[in-house]
């Protein structure tokens, strides 16, 4: 078992930043990969970005390449999310998941954990 707590969600004008931190607990931290995850009003899940359990490969979404950064610190068991250049569409909630696999996926049905989601509104 995982468990995930997002935090450092909150309201931010176009243009700003925010850092989405997940820390997690139970299983062993550096042996899972790591996601996070959206959900915009009326809209499905989407994937946002992932890290391998090195933090070695990272992946994202087209969406977001070049203005969001994942990262992880395994001696802290927590993920982060940095978002840059944030855009009105970014509005949504966020997700931290976990994948009980050495290999990233992209789709929501390959992780396992989730946590209960952090709320980004970004106004224009």
């Known amino acids: 078992q995982v468990q995930l707590v997002e935090s450092g969600g909150g309201l931010v004008q176009a243009g700003g930043s925010l850092r989405l931190s997940c820390a997690a607990s139970?299983?062993?931290?550096?042996?899972?990969?790591m996601g996070w995850f959206r959900q915009a009003p009326g809209r499905e899940r989407e994937f946002v970005a992932a890290i391998s359990w090195s933090g070695r490969s990272t992946y994202y979404a087209d969406s977001v390449k070049g203005r969001f950064t994942i990262s992880r610190d395994n001696a802290k068991n927590t993920v982060y999310l940095q978002m840059n250049s944030l855009k009105p569409e970014d509005t949504a909630v966020y997700y931290c998941a976990a994948r009980a696999s050495m290999i990233p996926g992209t789709s929501e049905y390959e992780y396992d954990y989730w946590g209960q989601g952090t709320q980004v509104t970004v106004s224009s």
């Open positions: 139970g299983r062993t931290f550096s042996s899972v990969v």
